[in-house]
């Protein structure tokens, strides 16, 4: 069955200073991978995605990840953060042998950034 | 603004109560889903439909009713529903799962509820 991880409930990190959100998953087979971020009271916005090639993908906001397939991770990344980054981050994965539909969330990572 | 809309944003209902939501779709595409967001846990998905056509329910109770009448709109009615029911209700749509693994899907605000 394939799963993903956000091992951390909550990074905190000082505005201007990288951050790295974290996120593990499992599949069989080729993974097809996603970022989303949430702002209070909305709903999810699409970060970025990774399907294939170039293993570092770039995205909204100044946002990067890299897929990294031996260590079956997918973290989310940004030089320099800012306190608008503060927000609710998903990652999200599909297996190209399950149905399409069933994409798996994980369970959110709560980024802080302080000024 | 994502395109897709979603009303009411908040509902209070009674667990005897009949209800409904609502989201629509602007951007033309094929599939919609509906998910349940509650407090610190993962995103659960409920339904999926895939040009009007049901293909995915994920083991919802049938107090949880979906309608999808076309491409465009899709319901979910809600009857005799559990203090635990509590949660954010989302939905999404996305161009078509017709194979494509790849498609990014966009989200309304979502319809926070309230069973009291």
């Known amino acids: 069955a394939q799963s993903v991880a956000q091992p951390e409930d909550q990074v905190n990190v000082a505005e201007g200073n990288p951050l790295t959100v974290k996120c593990t998953y499992s599949?069989?087979?080729?993974?097809?991978l996603f970022w989303y971020v949430q702002y209070p009271n909305r709903g999810l916005q699409f970060l970025l995605k990774?399907?294939?090639?170039?293993?570092l993908v770039k995205g909204s906001y100044g946002f990067e990840a890299e897929f990294n397939k031996s260590q079956t991770s997918f973290h989310l990344k940004k030089p320099s953060a800012l306190v608008s980054d503060s927000a609710l981050y998903f990652c999200?994965?599909?297996?190209?042998?399950?149905?399409?539909?069933?994409?798996?969330f994980g369970s959110g990572t709560r980024l802080s950034i302080r000024p | 603004e994502t395109g897709v809309t979603q009303t009411p944003r908040h509902l209070v209902m009674g667990m005897t109560n009949k209800k409904s939501l609502k989201c629509e779709q602007h951007?033309?595409?094929?599939?919609m889903y509906w998910y349940k967001q509650s407090a610190k846990k993962p995103l659960e998905l409920m339904f999926v439909y895939n040009f009007k056509e049901q293909t995915e329910n994920n083991s919802v109770p049938s107090r949880f009713s979906p309608e999808c009448p076309n491409s465009s709109h899709l319901f979910l009615h809600l009857h005799t529903l559990q203090p635990e029911d509590s949660a954010l209700y989302l939905c999404?749509?996305?161009?078509?799962?017709?194979?494509?693994?790849?498609?990014?899907?966009?989200f309304g605000p979502g319809t926070r509820l309230l069973v009291l």
């Open positions: 599949v069989s087979g080729n993974p097809y």
């Open positions: 990774y399907i294939t090639g170039d293993n």
């Open positions: 951007l033309g595409h094929n599939a």
């Open positions: 999404a749509s996305s161009q078509g799962t017709s194979g494509l693994y790849q498609e990014t899907q966009y």
């Open positions: 999200a994965v599909r297996g190209m042998d399950s149905s399409a539909s069933k994409i798996i």
